[in-house]
T-cell receptor, first 112, second 111 residues
Framework: DTAVSQTPKYLVTQMGNDKSIKCEQN?????MYWYKQDSKKFLKIMFS???????INETVPNRFSPKSPDKAHLNLHINSLELGDSAVYFC???????????FGQGTRLTVV | EDQVTQSPEALRLQEGESSSLNCSYT??????LFWYRQDPGKGPEFLFT???AGEEKEKERLKATLTKKESFLHITAPKPEDSATYLC????????????FGPGTRLSVLP
């Protein structure tokens, strides 16, 4: 039973389109994250979401918006996609402040 | 400026050839240092958490240690299945609930 699952695994879309990536965790965790892994494999935090408190990395364009319908889900919406948005996006969750995070399998987004 | 670095960037070992990976950090108020393994096309997989200098954790062929400035991941007699990218992540008071990841070490173990 997958702990953190993301859909889709692959997403190819044209510039200017709007797309969403879904994330669900069945661990009962309170905090969820979105990370971006670029072509150099660097993992960078985009958002963290805890008990309806959203913390945004100030470098993330406002075309990206996380939406949490409930505690187990944190979806990522991206408007007006650009070529530079191509990357692998990871969802993660954790139980408490100083505990490990569990990651999904990633969504490879390719913007053409 | 707070920073997390890892060395070497890439490492090739023969099967059975032990070595160490380094993760150096300059953050203050460390709350935890985490090691992850990432296989191609997959998400990071948790290995260890270290919270204070002097702490050590072991799992099979892997042993992680922590000092006030760096952490080492020692790999003893590695096997080809240990080939992966190893990432360290730091949680510090200044980061709130967020991790800051290092760039990773890409390990290849040749049979």
């Amino acid at each position: 039973d997958t702990a953190v699952s993301q859909t889709p695994k692959y997403l190819v879309t044209q510039m200017g389109n709007d797309k969403s990536i879904k994330c669900e965790q069945n661990l009962g965790h309170d905090t969820m994250y979105w990370y971006k892994q670029d072509s150099k494999k660097f993992l960078k935090i985009m958002f963290s979401y805890n008990n309806k408190e959203l913390i945004i990395n100030e470098t993330v364009p406002n075309r990206f918006s996380p939406k949490s319908p409930d505690k187990a889900h944190l979806n990522l919406h991206i408007n007006s996609l650009e070529l530079g948005d191509s990357a692998v996006y990871f969802c993660a969750s954790r139980e408490g402040r100083d505990t490990e995070a569990f990651f999904g399998q990633g969504t490879r987004l390719t913007v053409v | 400026e707070d920073q997390v670095t890892q060395s070497p960037e890439a490492l090739r070992l023969q099967e059975g050839e032990s070595s160490s990976l380094n993760c150096s950090y300059t953050v203050s108020g460390l709350r935890g240092l985490f090691w992850y393994r990432q296989d191609p096309g997959k998400g990071p997989e948790f290995l260890f958490t270290l919270y204070s200098a002097g702490e050590e954790k072991e799992k099979e062929r892997l042993k992680a240690t922590l000092t006030k400035k760096e952490s080492f991941l020692h790999i003893t007699a590695p096997k080809p299945e240990d080939s992966a990218t190893y990432l360290c992540a730091v949680q510090a008071r200044a980061y709130g609930q967020n991790f800051v990841f290092g760039p990773g070490t890409r390990l290849s173990v040749l049979p």
